[in-house]
């Protein structure tokens, strides 16, 4: 069984994972994690460039790992911890897949 994580620690790691994406120049300062019960069950960083694919923002590319994990299109029991406000697409996305909670760290005026 996986240690459940805390509240901060989510936090720093969403962080973290945002500030390594940058520093490896894999994509922009984005990153989310979905979390059941303490757990991550799905991260993902921005990859629109190295993907070429719009649609591969870090909220969606946890989304689409959590969900595949789950086996389901639906995050029921499930907070999702993004680095910023999500955008559009990415809201679109976290509405469809009904998670309890969501959390960011930033606005979209900060990312800008």
Same mark, same amino acid.
């Given at each position: ?12 790691? #969403? ?7 940058? %520093?490896? @120049?894999? @994509? @922009?300062?984005?990153?989310?994690? #979905? ?8 991260? @993902?960083?921005? %990859? #629109? ?14 989304? %689409?790992?959590?969900c595949h994990r789950l086996g389901s ?13 999500p955008c559009p697409m990415c809201l ?5 897949? %009904? ?14």
């Amino acid at each position: 069984m996986e240690p459940r994580l805390s509240h901060q620690t989510l936090i720093q790691t #969403v962080l973290f994972l945002s500030e390594d994406n940058v %520093r490896r @120049g894999l @994509g @922009g300062p984005f990153a989310a994690l #979905v979390v059941k019960d303490g757990v991550i069950i799905g991260q @993902g960083c921005n %990859r #629109v460039t190295g993907k070429h694919d719009p649609t591969a923002h870090a909220e969606m590319e946890a989304i %689409r790992a959590a969900c595949h994990r789950l086996g389901s299109h639906q995050l029921d029991g499930c907070v999702i911890y993004s680095s910023c406000e999500p955008c559009p697409m990415c809201l679109g996305a976290i509405y469809w897949a %009904r998670p309890d909670k969501l959390f960011y760290l930033n606005r979209q005026t900060d990312a800008a």
